[in-house]
């Protein structure tokens, strides 16, 4: 074979592009549309920048605040205010689209055996995971222009927006090489993906820390998300941190390619562990051996954040006292500082909600991978019906996120009852199961197009970007009831009404039981895909 | 002897593309039965059929007396598959994954479980991703031997063995036949089917193109025949006077020595011309299962 060891590289980048089209625009919708919307909210929230710069003072002396959201840099513009909601989400979802790219186009693809088709034929070396790490930086590339031309239609001067659309991009430039060194460690893309958000939930850490702690700021210069931070855009637009980012991801790809070419096809440096000679699983097993990684990483995302969720509503209460117009972001016309607080927590349950949501469709994507990936083929020639076979995942894809935010909100209640606040456990726990149904019919619309159209699946995902950006953005920007009437998440009630109405939520539960019934009777009726 | 499997007539599309036009086969009790046919032919698509995993447009289709499609539970546990394309779950080992299947079919013969898992030299402590393809597909394999069940189909279950397991597999198909299973083998290895089939069925372009046993597909196809003639008689003569006789193709000189095959009506003609010419050394080799195969796949562009 002649050629360099990146011969064949514009090929398979051609080829992943046209792979992942539908799996990364949902992302890139998501980048564009969160900032472009808080920009937008901005005008409505507050009505002059003194009430924005008062917020600003008690958010910044909230360690809560710091931990999730960074310092506020400057709430007096719009830019300032959109950088500070919106910032340390998009870097750390921004690190994750490139991590999960960079796994599925090297580790994942060499596992089930895409790979080694591609690969045997004029492919050098490194150039697989050449066209990983330069799809997962076109990516990232993309998010940065995004974002910047959405704040710019939005109204933002150029500075502020590209600032923010820079930290964004930056994080996924570092973490494409991350993933490519963790690509090369594990042996499996499952291992591979958990090192590398390890190696993400320890930076979102220590610069939580960093932001939170006294003098520890230097934290803040020990992880690449700390570095993405410290862009600072909207106050100080200092661009040399994107120098550094730059830098650890040509130098960690680099140590990918050189451990790439230390390891053989197929094998990861860490060892995999053998198993057992037996097994006893049935379906119920297997379902939940091959969620159990979701199962529990989601668990922990739950009661992690819904700890740190319970410490944010209880300093809520001051930053109400401090600053009335706050109460505009959440609702209007509230009148006690109890009821306000819980709006404010129904908010923060909506959060944990689309959560469920992600988990929930995580379960039913799973169990169409399994078909994908040639195995259902397999067991279905054992006596198993379809539906038999289906059945668990049903079982699990409810039962799991359902079980996940009885526990959010329960760890919620717990931390904000732990830190003094005068929340009910009890209608904590009922707002957040009220949410239930909502999420169940995002995991019912997957189940459906699994069922009857497999290849429209990826339509589930869009549909939960648009709830959330709809629920989340359209109150402040004033959308049509009618419109906001569809999405699941802003119908519900609240429950500490005197008399909530349930109905929307009944809708909801018909509309997702009709789902699954219809998905299920597709999914017995039509052609099972093999390899 | 009863057919375990009857197939007649059957279609199926994919979208706009034709993959079975009007196939039939049967399979007796008791037999190992070959299918061949050029890659893409229809024979994974035929097995999917019989395993309900597929639903037929039109023809019939029984499997031991049943629908493959609607009696899907009820056949399966008469029923053992092994996929043309094994893909284990990367977090499971080989052991865990043929007790599953086995769980699922109500339980498998321990003993002939310990027993396949020494023949093939397959440790079952591995987990999914880490096997080679052809440990993958032994996993496969002897999660259908170690079933009770009465039909084996299998789907190339051989590719990625090397040939010790190769020879390995087929005297463990011998025993089962010898059991009285009844074995669907696809395959494209010419020499495994050769050992093992009872009957072959080849199939191309979605039709079965010829059904029946090795001798009877033999006997009427075309000999092979190589002789070496006295004198120069050959090429001046000899060569014309093959070449017009009836059944006579593919006629090569060189020197003295001629080839050409001959279909089996026109043997004895060609025998005696080549005796009135004088034969000095004289080789008739019987059509291979390759010959017969290649006859078959040669017509690929002619007919679209
Ligand atoms: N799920 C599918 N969707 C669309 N076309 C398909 C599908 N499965 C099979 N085909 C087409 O049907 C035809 C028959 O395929 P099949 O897999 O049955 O061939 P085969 O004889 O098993 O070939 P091989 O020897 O390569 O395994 C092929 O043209 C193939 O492209
Ligand atoms: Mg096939």
Redesign the interface.
Known sequence: MSGTPFTGTTALLRHALRLDRWKLLPWLLVFGAFPMMSYAAYASVFSTPLEARALQLSLGSNPAFSLLFGQPGDLGTAAGFTTWRVQMFGMFFAALMAVFAVTRHTRAAEESGRAELLDSGVVGRHARLASAVVLAWLASAAVTALVELALMAAGSPTGPAFALGSAFGGMGLAFAGVAAVTAQLGSSGRTANTLAATVLGTSYLLRGLGDTLDNAEWLLWTNPMGWAEQIRPASENDFRPLLLLLAVALALTALAAWLESRRDFGMGMIAPRGGPARGRLGTWGLTVRLNGGAFWTWGIVFIALGSVYGLVATTMSTVFRDNPFVRQMITFRLATEEQLLFAFVEVLLLVLAFIGGVFGIQVVLRFHAEEDEGRAEWLLSAPLSRLAYAAPTVVLAAVGPALGMAAGAAALATSARMAGSELDTAQVVAQGLAEVPALWLAAAVALFLVGLAPRARAVAWLLLVYWLLLTMFGPVLEAPEWLMGTSPFHVVPNVTDSAPDWTPVLWTLAIATGLVVAGLAGYRRRDLSGR | MAAVISIAGLEKCFGRSVALDGLDLEVSEGEVHGFLGPNGAGK?TTL?IL?????ADAGTVRVLDGDPWRD??????R???V?G?????????G???????G????GLDEQRRAELLGIFELD????G??YSKGNRQKV?IVAALSSNAEVL?LDEPTSGLDPLMEATFRREIRREKARGRSVLLSSHILAEVESLADRISIIRKGKVVETGSLEQMRSHARTNVAATLDGGAARTTAAPALTALPGVRDLLLEGSRVHFSVDDGGLAAAMNTLAAFGVSALTVTPPSLEDLFLQHYGERGSQA
């Open positions: 994974s999917r395993l309900g995993l597929l639903r899907v539970v009820t056949l399966h546990r029923i053992a598959y996929p394309d094994v893909n284990l779950w990367p977090g499971l080992s052991g865990e994954a043929i007790d599953l299947l769980r699922l079919r109500g079952p402590t591995i987990r991703h880490a496969a189909i």
